[in-house]
């Protein structure tokens, strides 16, 4: 494999890209912060457009781990790494699975990852043939994906109890914005709690599962933003929240599971401005590293568990830190991430 350094600017530690012919692998490895500990994030397996898009993304991507790990307390530090290419490929998966374990072995334990979006956790198996720094496995913690739903569940409720007073969803109308592996069991407990569903997604076959099995509303894609409802719940892909989209928003909180939703800084902002209350979302979506700790860590699942349902208090802490501060609660968010960061930088 051809393993080559980034030289750009970037705050991060170490970017790498990797490249193998014979299994036709792409992938990059991005180091964000250590401080904490070992670099810990998903592989997230996408037909990016170019391999700059690529780059953008996974830069963003770790930056947004580091800032997790150190707001769920997590003796861990933040990375990620992606696959460009098709993940609706079957063919010759493994060997690239593997290919994508011998890169991350390359890193000697600097950095640990796990599935993603585009990926499972058989597809995890296949990296675990190569190399042992690889966590979510079906026989250990699993598909972390119905724990990062539950985060987000009560990431909702803490919004619902700042903003009515109630952590109460009963009746609440939530427009939900992709009905993934994470969206559909967020779906699902919505559900149970007695909350009212308005779906969609790319894939009409997902749709049509979380609708048929939520008694959900389905709109469009390009409907969701518009739909009035309670809380708007973003559970694709990141950027979401822009100049185009935050206009047409009929909602009074935005809580999700997609990572960077803000497309910038200043979108939390104009959130703010709109008078929509914004869980952050590496605070929300917590939830699958948190998992992921009983592999990494070796706790206990009734201490992951717990550590999954304080998710209500951080997201409480937040909003009534930016109330106090008069600050998008975005802002808030980086202020406590970056208060964990700064006693290990010293």
Known sequence: MEIINYNGATEHERVLFGREEASGYRGIIAIHNTQLGP?????????YASEADALTDVLRLSRGMTYKNALAGLPLGGGKSIIIGDNRQTAGREELFRAHGRFIESRGGGYLT????????????????????????????G?????TAHGVFRAMQAAARHRWGTDELAGRRVALQGCGHVGYYLAKELREAGAKLIVTDM??????????ECEA?????????AVEADIFAPCALGGILNDETIPQ????????????????????EALQARGILYAPDYAANAGGVINGCIELLDWEQSHSRAKVEAIYDTL???????????????????????????????
């Open 114 to 141: 796990a599935e993603d979006v585009g990926t499972t956790t058989a597809d995890m198996e296949f990296v675990l043939r190569e190399t042992r720094h690889v966590v979510g496995l079906a026989n250990r913690s």
């Open 39 to 47: 670099a810990v994030g998903g592989t997230r397996f996408w037909n």
């Open 203 to 212: 894939d009409a076959e997902r749709v049509e599962r979380v609708a048929s």
């Open 143 to 147: 598909d972390p994906s119905p724990v």
């Open 316 to 346: 409480l802490e937040i909003f009534q830190r930016a109330e106090l501060e008069g600050v998008p609660t975005s802002k808030a968010a980086d202020e406590l991430a970056e208060a964990r960061l700064q006693p290990a930088h010293a």
């Open 217 to 225: 509303e389905r709109v469009a894609p390009e409907e969701i933003y």
């Open 249 to 268: 928003l009929r909602v009074e909180i935005v809580a999700g599971a997609a990572n960077n939703q803000l497309l910038d800084a200043r979108h939390g």
